[in-house]
């Protein structure tokens, strides 16, 4: 799993995030998203920002809303099923364009370890190759994609 944030004019570096070794199953879970949160939450966000986040189960548990509010964070609640608002969807897409310009092989090749990590190379690198300009003009439709989300619901 890979993590990052951004916003207007800042972004964190592209995390390749490790399962949790104490977990059952070993995935990631909120104890490892709440070390990230208190590791870079404090050194991107102002103190009128509103940070948002998916709708994964991962975020909405209460250790996640414990540290958020630990930190004073405010977030966004937002609907179930509302991709207008997820910007990570659009981010995502570009990041894996990013990708295969850098690696092409990389589309075609067999699901292996040695895949597996020239992918997280492939991914940190493509991540600092998305203009900043990009990260901002995302950050800046949001508020028109709300207002889009509450019309639409009226």
Known sequence: MFWAAFGYNCRTGLLSLDGDPDSP??????RIIAEVYRAFLPTILEPDDIFIHDRAPIYRSGLIRDVLQELGVRTML????SPDLNL????????KTEVYKLYPELEFTDDIEETL????????????????????????????????VIEADS
């Open 25 to 30: 199953r070993g995935g990631i879970t909120g």
């Open 117 to 148: 990590l020239v992918l997280i190379k492939a991914a940190k690198e493509a991540w600092h190759t998305i203009d900043d300009t990009i990260l901002y003009n995302l950050s800046v439709t949001m508020s028109h994609r709300v207002q889009a």
């Open 88 to 95: 990570t969807e659009n981010l995502w897409a570009i990041l």
């Open 78 to 81: 937002w609907p179930p099923y």
